[in-house]
């Protein structure tokens, strides 16, 4: 069937850091009159352009940048439904002066938010309430702005089944769960249990559920919002790697200490002041700052040799570099076990386009190109071209990583703790690789050393209990201390 120029047009730029996401923007921006939305939580806050990546003002070619550079020090991330709310009033208001919207950033829970349907990112008008105790807690929306322990305890105060489902650290979708709550006075577990329901009466009536569903981290719907091209900038993990390592030596030449040591006087200024400071969140846990925390209090101290100094910089620049190196690979995995997930429930794989952006020297014809050339046939309603016959890369990467996504798979959300090493896993996959992990067996090599056992025990089977059971600290258990929830 011949398609249409699409009505209300969005193109939208994904991928990992340093695949060349935001020039890529700005290059289609300037060929089809658009402007750029800011998809990146670090990049919202102001200054700070070396830590945070932003593309420099010289090479924006003059195209306005929005939600870039908008919130101060001393806020805190925004929420998904307050991006999802910005960004929507930034669609419109380019597209009211005949202008294209480009999303580009790589936090991709903010663009899968975007770019399905949310029924609690659109809501104008609040729900009925389930209790009062609803409407009270719907007064006091400021406890999503509190430190991640506070979030979680009030959410398994609400609903402890979406509490045990996520990591104590998983400070998003915490939030993210007590905001369903808080917003339409059910609990988030309740919400996903009843859209199973319908999604199966859909399936045995022969039909698609249709509608705004709120999936258990309330991070997608069926429907996409607008039509959207999506174009995943993407290079190979050897190529990319380098090229981090890279410009991690390149942020230090642009002045990455000077912000470094810009965002520590700021923090000693509000301990000076008596203000707490959640470092937990927000612009302190962005590579490159959270990294040289040890080497900005030695220096602060100035008790520690030029040797220790230069010690401590060398192990926060590697630091810096692995981190950014497993930023990337979970930005690809998401898109890889959630997105591609979601664009096939929404029959809206066809518009996903991987770039092959490993060979910079063949940018222009693999990269740019393609991309200025899929967005004309995009625009004008001409056919696409099948995804997967851009490119090897594309033929391989376009394929989900996993067959479901865990979202989907509540039989799978199985919660334990390791006493041993302090950590906490909330799937099978994850406690299998935390028990096979060296770091495991050498914390319980040195624990039996510690309390005088044999080292070479033979090794204890997983042990599981239901909910509020605990583990006994026997010799038999001790390589498994656990506790897992249903």
């Not at 120029?5 to 850091?17: D, F, K, M």
């Not at 040799?305 to 690979?329: C, D, I, M, P, V």
Request: overall charge neutral; glycine content about 6%; charged content about 30%.
């Amino acid at each position: 069937m011949a398609r249409s120029a699409p009505r209300l047009p969005l193109v939208a730029i994904l991928g990992a850091t340093g695949t060349g996401k935001s020039q890529l923007a700005v290059d289609l921006a300037s060929r089809f009159n658009g402007e750029i939305i800011n998809g990146d939580a670090m990049q919202l806050y102001k200054g700070l352009p070396i830590i945070t990546n932003k593309i420099p003002l010289d090479e924006r070619n003059g195209i306005p940048h929005h939600l870039l550079g908008c919130i101060g020090l001393d806020e805190e991330t925004w929420t998904v439904s307050r991006f999802v709310k910005k960004a929507l009033g930034a669609i419109e208001e380019i597209r009211s002066r005949g202008r294209l919207p480009i999303l580009v950033g790589g936090t991709h829970y903010y663009t899968q938010s975007l770019l399905f349907k949310d029924g609690l990112a659109d809501e104008d008008t609040e729900p009925g309430r389930e209790s009062e105790g609803a409407t009270e807690a719907q007064e006091h929306f400021s406890i999503l702005e509190e430190p991640t322990e506070i979030i979680l305890e009030k959410l398994r105060a609400v609903d402890p089944v979406m509490a045990d489902r996520w990591h104590p650290n998983e400070r998003r979708k915490i939030q993210r769960s007590l905001e369903i709550w808080l917003k339409t006075g059910k609990r988030a577990s309740q919400v996903y249990e009843e859209q199973q329901k319908r999604k199966q009466v859909g399936i045995a009536l022969g039909d698609q559920a249709e509608g705004v569903e709120i999936s258990e981290d309330g991070l997608r719907g069926t429907q996409m919002r607008f039509p959207t091209l999506m174009l995943w900038v993407h290079s190979s993990t050897e190529t990319l790697y380098a090229r981090l390592d890279a410009r991690v030596g390149k942020m230090f030449q642009n002045g990455l200490l000077s912000e470094v040591n810009e965002l520590d006087g700021y923090l000693q200024a509000q301990k000076a002041a008596a203000n707490t400071v959640d470092r937990t969140r927000g612009i302190w846990v962005s590579i490159g700052y959270k990294e040289f925390e040890a080497y900005q209090a030695a220096l602060r101290t100035g008790n520690s040799t030029e040797e220790e100094l230069q010690k401590l910089r060398t192990e926060a620049t590697e630091k810096t570099r692995a981190a950014t190196r497993q930023y990337a690979k979970r930005q690809v995995k998401w898109i890889r076990t959630k997105l591609l997930h979601a664009l096939t429930a929404a029959q809206a794989s066809d518009n996903l386009f991987l770039l092959d952006g490993s060979d910079l020297a063949a940018w222009k014809e693999n990269v740019e190109h393609p991309a200025f050339e899929l967005t004309s046939l995009f625009l004008d309603g001409a056919k696409l071209p099948e995804p997967h016959s851009i490119s090897e890369a594309a033929a391989e990467m376009l394929v989900p990583k996993t067959d479901y996504d865990m979202s989907q798979r509540r039989d799978l959300w199985k919660r334990r703790t390791c006493e041993v090493c302090n950590m906490t896993a909330v799937t099978e996959s994850d406690w299998s690789q935390h028990i096979k992990s060296r770091s495991h067996r050498r914390a319980v090599s040195s624990k039996k050393k510690r309390d005088g056992l044999p080292v070479n025990l033979p090794r204890a089977k997983t042990c599981q209990q239901d909910d509020s059971d605990q583990l006994e600290g026997s010799m038999e258990s001790f390589e498994h201390l656990t506790t897992e929830v249903k």
